[in-house]
Every structure is written in structure tokens, then in C-alpha cells.
């Protein structure tokens, strides 16, 4: 018994040594790899691209609006076309859906971080984009960050630190310079500590920051006239009936003063703009305007963690330009018709146009000067609740000059309807004042955050046109989008329009 025993107890041992020596000439299992690790160095949302010390960042954000008595942006329609013209045929609402996609890296460097940001925006819009899947691509911000400078296309430096982030649902507001797609720039920003800093740029202005210039030898796009006279800034750069501009010449040059801190920032900037002019008449012979040099300031504050509420902000802005229009009207509300404002009511009839001047025969270029002065007041009720008011006025004028040059253009049926030079005249104007146009806006909009990353909300606005002619407008235009042919009072222009909006935020 006890030699079986033996045998027994020398059997297994001999297997379990062979199976031991059998293990140890197998592949050990591979420890796993960590193909994703989070970065914690730029905030939430970064990882590190596996195999560098590259962070990266995905985000992006579906959005759907609908916009009642309005256009895109939830632009008032102030422009040409059936809305501008109060035809029977016009939209009584607008409808978008668009995708951002964006990517922000950043690498840590012995010069500071080197970071390279994009956002690329896809969209449908009614009446802009083809029927079916076709709509629109674009490239809203695309730029590189390093050792103080910024080259791409970005925020300007004229803007305000928190111009992205107004309470409003879009940017059909006149609410100052206008950066919803970002400006070609070469900037160096230097800091100084304590929230400090300041930089300085130069920024290829052309088209968005171009309101064009009126030769008044030609027709410029008149009231009433059909929507094929209209042209996007940025599209077509800005090439509507009557804008003279020429060739893109010299860059803007910005430079601002920033402060950051916890209650809120301070912003000052200023900027050059260069408007190159075309022809006196069809061809270089005829001789041209010197470069008409404008210039324009802004002044900007926001307020935070108010007695109201620890989330609660308000901020304000103002903007002056001399021959830089669109320093001040810079909003969506002109993405048609040119820099054309025009509202019929019934028999009456309200207008104006923001340009960078106006010139005539053998004259140089009559600047127009303009400002604004916006404010922003946002409360949260709740975490989930939050409701703003905002408002804005703008002003534009050409001076004793410049509104002669128009007067005698215009009253001699220099308004056309037609996107060719010698078109047919769209009416002529009996009138006197001035070509002064001002606008008031005041706005509200409620927003609801049921889950994070997903707001609903929802906004209404108030538009005033006021305008300094008095007298007539006779319509002679024609076309199934133009206004009818007849006599209208020029009086101020009053609109209400609103938007609700969905998104989703990842």
C-alpha cells in the first residue's frame, strides 16, 4: 500500500513539474496598453493623441432654428426680396439645421504651448441651399497658435473676449463688429501678468469688414427692387449693384489692450481701415479717388457673478468708425442686398445704406461716420433656467458732402434694379433731410438646459428704423419680387421678429 502510495504521490509530481517547466517556455500575456489617457493639463475634454504628448480635443454641436417674420440669422428682413418689400409672397418663417465639427491640440514647447484649432461648419438653410442633401460647407476659425502670435483665420482682435458668447440665440442684431466667422489675421499678443495683456494685428479685412463704397456716376440697388440684386459679404465679396471698392490693398491694422479677471474683463481696441476705390468711370483712363484711410475704436466690459445671481452677467460695448462702417454695423442683418436697409409698410416706405463713403466726378471719397453702443443683461433663474434682455442703437451719416452727392445721384434716378451698370432705374426719389439711418433693436431671449449639453430656447426682437428723409420714393421697378409700382411716404419702419432654437452641444 504504502509503495502505491509512493508511486502515486511520484506521478503527479513529476507531472506538475513537467507542466510548470512546459509554462515557463510560454509567451508571457502582454500588459495592456493605455491607447487613450486623459490630459489634464488644458482642462476637460483632452487626451492625449497615443504615441505623443500632443493633447486633443473633439467637440462640435448640432443646431436647428426656425425664424417667424424673419431671415436667416434671425435677421429682420430688412433687405430686398419678397420679405423687405412686404409682399404677399414672402416667408412667414426660415428654417436651418447645421453641424460644427471642431478640433483644438495642443503640445507643450520650451516657447510656450503650441496649439492649432478649426471649427468646420455644415448647413442647410431654406432658400440658400439646394433642395434634397445639398447645402453648405465652410470654414469658420482655422488657426495656429505659438509664442504669442496667431496666424489663421480668428476672432478679430477688435472684438471683445466674450464677443462669442452674447445671450442671444444668433447674430441677426446689430450688436457692433460682427466675428461669427472669424478674420484672416497675423496677431502677436503679449502678456503682462495679473490678467494684463495686449496685441496687435494685421487682418485681411476683405470682404467682411469692406461696406463698400458708392460711385455715384452708376446705380446703386434702390428700394423695391427684386432679390436678385443681392449679393453675401464673404460670398461674392460684397460685389452688390453700385459698390465701387477696388482691389484688396492694404490690411487693417488692430491692436487692443485686454484685462481678465474674476469679476469680468475690460476691452479697448482700435483699427485702420483701407477703402481702395474703382474708376470714375468704365476704365483707368478715367482716373480714380486716392484710397479713402478710416479708422474706428471700441470700447467693451463684462460683469460677472452679480448680486442677482452668482451666474448672472451683464456687458456693454461701444464702437466709432470714420470710414469703417463695418467696424460698428456689423451683424448679419446685411448677409443680402448689399449694405441696402429697406422696409415697406403698406404705402410707406424707410431706407438707408451703411457704406464706407460715397464719392462723384473728379471728387475723393466723402467718409460716413457711425456708432453704436450695445448691452447684454443675462439671469439665471436655476440651473436649467436662464432668461436676457439686450439692446443696441446704430447710426450712420455722410455729412453735408456726402448726402449732396447722394441727393443729386438719386434724385436724377440713380437707384437701379438691375445688376448690370446701365440697368433700369428703380425709382427716383422727391425728398430732403439727409441720408442719416438709425436703428434700435431690443431683444429677449429665455433658455432651458433640461440635460447638459442640450438647450432649448427661445427669442423675440423689436426693430426700429428711423431715417432723417422727407418726402417721396416712386417705385418704377418690376419683377414678381419687386414692390409695386407707386408713390410711397418715406417714414420710419418698425418689425418684430423671433426665433426658437435647439442645441446639442458635445
Not at 456716376?217 to 460670398?235: D, E
Not at 469679476?263 to 483707368?284: I, K, P
Not at 438647450?455 to 420714393?473: C, K, V
Not at 426665433?499 to 452641444?505: A, K, N
Request: hydrophobic share 35%; glycine share 14%.
Amino acid at each position: 500500500m504504502n509503495t502505491i502510495r509512493t508511486l502515486a504521490l511520484t506521478s503527479v509530481a513529476a507531472l506538475i513539474s513537467g507542466t510548470v517547466v512546459h509554462a515557463a517556455n510560454l509567451p508571457v500575456k502582454a500588459k495592456a496598453v493605455e491607447y487613450v489617457k486623459a490630459c489634464s493639463l488644458y482642462g476637460a475634454g483632452f487626451y492625449f493623441i497615443p504615441g505623443t504628448d500632443t493633447c486633443i480635443k473633439i467637440g462640435g454641436s448640432v443646431r436647428l432654428d426656425t425664424t417667424f417674420n424673419g431671415g436667416v440669422y434671425n435677421a429682420p428682413y430688412w433687405q430686398g426680396g419678397a420679405g423687405g418689400n412686404d409682399l404677399w409672397t414672402k416667408d412667414y418663417f426660415y428654417s436651418r439645421s447645421r453641424i460644427n465639427l471642431s478640433e483644438d491640440t495642443r503640445t507643450a514647447t520650451e516657447y510656450g504651448v503650441l496649439r492649432t484649432f478649426a471649427n468646420v461648419q455644415m448647413q442647410w438653410s431654406q432658400n440658400v441651399d439646394s433642395s434634397g442633401s445639398s447645402g453648405y460647407l465652410g470654414v469658420d476659425y482655422a488657426f495656429i497658435q505659438f509664442a504669442g502670435f496667431t496666424i489663421g483665420k480668428a476672432v478679430s482682435q477688435f472684438d471683445p473676449q466674450w464677443t462669442l458668447s452674447r445671450p442671444t440665440i444668433s447674430s441677426g442684431m446689430n450688436q457692433g463688429s460682427n466675428d461669427a466667422t472669424g478674420i484672416q489675421q497675423i496677431a502677436y499678443t503679449a502678456t503682462f501678468g495679473n490678467g494684463l495683456s495686449a496685441s496687435v494685428s494685421v487682418e485681411n479685412a476683405y470682404a467682411f469688414r469692406n461696406a463698400g463704397v458708392y460711385n455715384t456716376a452708376n446705380y446703386l440697388v434702390g428700394p423695391g427692387a427684386g432679390s436678385f440684386l443681392t449679393a453675401n459679404y464673404g460670398v461674392s465679396s460684397n460685389t452688390f449693384l453700385g459698390n465701387a471698392t477696388g482691389g484688396d490693398h492694404i490690411p487693417d491694422v488692430v491692436a487692443n489692450v485686454r484685462l481678465d479677471q474674476a469679476w469680468g474683463s475690460l476691452h479697448f481696441a482700435t483699427a485702420f481701415h483701407n477703402s481702395t476705390t474703382g474708376f470714375y468711370g468704365s476704365n483707368e483712363s478715367t482716373g480714380h479717388p486716392e484710397d479713402s484711410l478710416g479708422y474706428a475704436f471700441s470700447g467693451a466690459a463684462e460683469f460677472k457673478n452679480l448680486p442677482t445671481g452668482t451666474n448672472d452677467s451683464f456687458k456693454i460695448e461701444a464702437a466709432y468708425g470714420k470710414g469703417a462702417a463695418k467696424y460698428v454695423f456689423g451683424g448679419t442683418t446685411d448677409t443680402s442686398g448689399g449694405g441696402r436697409y429697406a422696409k415697406f409698410d403698406g404705402s410707406t416706405l424707410g431706407f438707408g445704406y451703411i457704406l464706407d463713403g460715397v464719392f462723384g466726378a473728379g471728387t475723393g471719397v466723402q467718409q460716413s461716420t457711425a456708432w453704436e453702443v450695445s448691452a447684454y443683461y443675462e439671469h439665471y433663474w436655476d440651473n436649467k433656467w436662464r432668461t436676457s434682455l439686450f439692446g443696441n442703437y446704430s447710426h450712420i451719416s455722410y455729412g453735408a458732402a456726402g448726402d449732396a452727392l447722394l441727393f443729386s445721384a438719386f434724385n436724377s434716378g440713380r437707384l437701379g434694379y438691375s445688376t448690370s451698370t446701365g440697368s433700369a432705374t428703380a425709382g427716383t426719389l422727391n425728398a430732403n433731410g439727409s441720408f442719416d439711418l438709425g436703428l434700435v433693436q431690443i431683444g429677449t431671449r429665455t433658455a432651458w438646459t433640461p440635460v447638459q449639453n442640450l438647450t432649448l430656447s427661445a427669442e423675440f426682437s423689436y426693430s426700429h428704423l428711423g431715417q432723417d428723409l422727407n418726402g417721396t420714393y416712386t417705385s418704377t421697378a418690376s419683377g414678381v419680387t419687386s414692390k409695386a409700382a407707386q408713390t410711397y411716404q418715406l417714414k420710419d419702419q418698425n418689425l418684430y421678429n423671433g426665433s426658437v432654437q435647439i442645441l446639442r452641444s458635445f
